[in-house]
């Protein structure tokens, strides 16, 4: 969407910082030893200091130039909340988020620990708890993007046209099971549950 419609370029630049970084930072931790990782295999705290050195070197000189050059950079394209420009938008927010949840999922308690505040162990239910609802919204609006227009989407046609990909969606469900369903009553043997394809295909 950067490239095609000019839209988004600070936000682009910013990610492409962050991911960066983020990339960075995942390096120190594994290779410093800070980390019990299947990926530490070359652990030298010599070359921690030199990765977290790189690091702070990088973030700092990255948003020092960002923010000298952003507004250059910035282009202003016009759009409403209720189209393909704000839902991408949205679902980039919702993958920052999630990213960021990682992250603080990963970190915390080594910050504890060095902080002598005890240890924690952050696991599953940590990570069920956020990342589903994350998941379903970011499915939703994703969803939602596909047959949103660009700049601006009437009501009435995103209504139409979300009710025509979910029946579309269902359609195409419930071929899938009919054929899965028609291929084990053919050839038999060990295959997915005959029942639970049977319900799908009658759901369908």
């Known amino acids: 969407m950067t490239e095609k419609r000019g839209a988004f370029?600070?936000?682009?630049?910013?990610?492409?910082?962050?991911?960066?970084?983020?990339?960075?930072l995942g390096t120190f931790l594994v290779r410093s030893g800070v980390l019990t990782s299947v990926h530490a295999?070359?652990?030298?705290?010599?070359?921690?200091?030199?990765?977290?050195?790189?690091?702070?070197?990088?973030?700092?000189?990255?948003?020092?130039v960002f923010a000298l050059r952003a507004p250059r950079v910035g282009h202003k394209v016009g759009f409403t909340w209720l189209s393909r420009d704000a839902l991408l938008l949205i679902n980039n927010i919702l993958l920052v988020i999630m990213t960021i949840t990682v992250l603080m999922g990963t970190v915390y308690p080594l910050l504890l620990d060095a902080l002598d505040l005890g240890k924690i162990s952050v696991g599953p239910p940590y990570f069920n708890a956020l990342f589903v609802p994350l998941t379903l919204l970011l499915a939703l609006f994703m969803g939602l993007g596909q047959v949103a227009r660009w700049k601006q989407t009437p009501?009435?046609?995103?209504?139409?046209r979300t009710v025509a990909g979910c029946r579309g969606g269902r359609g195409a469900g419930g071929g899938a099971a009919a054929a899965v369903r028609r291929t084990l009553e053919s050839g038999g043997g060990a295959g997915p549950d005959r029942g639970a394809v049977d319900r799908a295909a009658d759901a369908a």
């Open 9 to 24: 370029k600070s936000w682009t630049l910013l990610l492409a910082i962050f991911t960066f970084s983020l990339s960075l």
């Open 155 to 160: 009501v009435s046609l995103l209504v139409r």
């Open 41 to 64: 295999f070359a652990n030298d705290p010599s070359r921690g200091q030199f990765i977290l050195m790189l690091l702070g070197i990088t973030v700092g000189l990255s948003l020092l």
